[in-house]
């Protein structure tokens, strides 16, 4: 069974970057909207970041600005580009893809900021 696999997590000081990858285990066909979400301890599931199969991307207020979501289409694998940092960014980040045969989520990658 495919999978997806995230990497980039880690411990930045506030104001720092960070960049998180997802590519598949495998192939994934059809794929239509990429994205991450991210769950901080004791809260709800939240979006960060969608990007569609044309380039088309939505951010919530929370990140906008500061983070930025990209594609690869040819490696089926997603980025995002975390800048300008936040102590309540601190979370749990999960990548997930929505195909025509359904969707895939990642097991997550802990993003910490904190001096």
């Known amino acids: 069974q495919v999978q997806l696999v995230e990497s980039g997590g880690g411990l930045v000081q506030p104001g720092g970057s960070l960049r998180l990858s997802c590519a598949p285990s495998?192939?994934?066909?059809?794929?239509?909207?990429m994205g991450w979400h991210r769950q901080a301890p004791g809260k709800q599931r939240e979006l960060v970041a969608t990007i569609t199969s044309t380039g088309s991307t939505v951010y919530p207020n929370s990140v906008k600005g500061r983070f930025s979501i990209s594609r690869d289409n040819a490696k089926n694998t997603v980025y995002l580009q975390m800048n300008s940092l936040k102590p309540e960014d601190t979370a749990v980040y999960y990548c997930?893809?929505?195909?025509?045969?359904?969707?895939?989520w990642g097991q997550g990658t802990q993003v910490t900021v904190s001096s």
């Open positions: 495998g192939s994934i066909f059809g794929i239509n909207t």
């Open positions: 997930n893809v929505d195909s025509r045969y359904g969707a895939y």
